[in-house]
Every structure is written in structure tokens, then in C-alpha cells.
């Protein structure tokens, strides 16, 4: 699940990345263009029922490209993205969307 709300910050925009308690993962991170592809940088936490979160707070307006990192090495799509953008190697980055959120 993929949440947007408002940020408190103008222009911003609070999103949180949600994974549910089937995802077969110890760990799980998010990486994308807004945190340079780091597998360190945005980790999710586990929810008491076994899923992952984690919330980034992106600017309003723009599309940003991300994947799910599980245990630190597989790279997985979010299967509820806002879209779908090729990427180099043949297959497919996540996207979610800020701009539609109007004013």
C-alpha cells in the first residue's frame, strides 16, 4: 500500500511505503531517486503484525522512481505503484507519483 498525505512543510508530500505480512523478508528497504538508490538509507520497520513501513517526505509535484529491497540484495516492484517506468537492464522500476495530490 502506498499512502500520500499532505506534508506539513509546503510543497511537500508525506509518503508512506507499506508492505503486508506475507512479504517472505527479514529486512526490507526502500530504494529510489530520492535517496540516491541506497539499500541503507530509508529502512522499513516492522509493524507488530509482520509488515514493513516506512515513511519519505518527497516534493509535491514530481514522479519519483523506486523498487523494495528485501534482506538487503533481492529487488522487488511494488505491485500497487502508480506506474511502471523501463529501467536499464530490461525490466521495470516502481513509480509513485506526487502531482496528484492538487492544490
Known sequence: MIKKVRGDELGTV???FA???GV???TVAVAGDF???????????RRPDGGFQ???VLEL??????????D?????????ADDYAP???GGEYSVVRTDDLGD
Open 72 to 80: 538487503g540484495h533481492r529487488w522487488v516492484n511494488a505491485w500497487d
Open 24 to 26: 517472505a523478508a527479514d
Open 87 to 89: 529501467n536499464h537492464v
Open 61 to 70: 509535484g514530481r514522479e519519483y522512481r523506486f523498487r523494495y529491497v528485501l
Open 54 to 56: 516506512a515513511t519519505v
Open 19 to 21: 508492505l503486508d505480512p
Open 14 to 16: 508525506a509518503v508512506t
Open 35 to 45: 535517496n540516491g538508490w541506497s539499500v541503507d538509507a530509508t529502512p522499513m520497520e
